[in-house]
C-alpha cells in the first residue's frame, strides 16, 4: 500500500514560482526502488503527464509544455518528491498529483498510485 500526500499548492502570479512537495509512504513498496512523477488535471481536461524522476534522481522527463520551466526532485531518505515550478502562467492552472509508480524507470502508464492532488492557481 503507497499512501502519496502533496502540499505546497496555492495562488500564484503569472511569472512566479510555487514548490510542491510529495511525502509518500508506503509498505510493501520500497520508495527508493521506484520511479516518481507528478500529473495535472484541468477543468474540463483529462489528467495529463507533468513530469517525472526514476528511482536514482538521475533520470528525469518532462511534457513539452513544462520543459525548461519544472523541475522534479527527490530525496530518497526522506521519502519525499517535488516539483519546483518557475515562470507560471494561466495554462498551468490544474490540481496537481503525485504518482508513485511500479518500475524504476520513468514510464507514463506504469504509474499506479496516486494521492490526492493539490490545486494551483495562477492568475493573470
Known amino acids: 500500500q503507497v499512501q502519496l500526500v502533496e502540499s505546497g499548492g496555492g495562488l500564484v502570479q503569472a511569472g512566479g514560482s510555487l514548490r510542491l512537495s510529495c511525502a509518500a509512504s508506503?509498505?510493501?513498496?520500497?520508495?527508493?526502488?521506484?520511479?516518481m512523477g507528478w500529473f495535472r488535471q484541468a477543468p474540463g481536461k483529462e489528467r495529463e503527464f507533468v513530469g517525472g524522476?526514476?528511482?536514482?534522481?538521475?533520470?528525469?522527463r518532462y511534457a513539452d509544455s513544462v520543459k525548461g520551466r519544472f523541475t522534479v526532485s527527490r530525496d530518497n531518505a526522506k521519502n519525499m518528491v517535488y516539483l519546483h515550478m518557475d515562470s507560471l502562467k494561466p495554462e498551468d492552472t490544474a490540481v496537481y498529483y503525485c504518482a508513485a509508480s511500479k518500475a524504476p524507470t520513468v514510464v507514463t502508464d506504469f504509474f499506479d498510485r496516486w494521492g490526492q492532488g493539490t490545486r494551483v492557481i495562477v492568475s493573470s
Open positions: 508506503a509498505s510493501g513498496r520500497t520508495f527508493s526502488y521506484y520511479a
Open positions: 524522476i526514476n528511482w536514482s534522481g538521475g533520470t528525469t
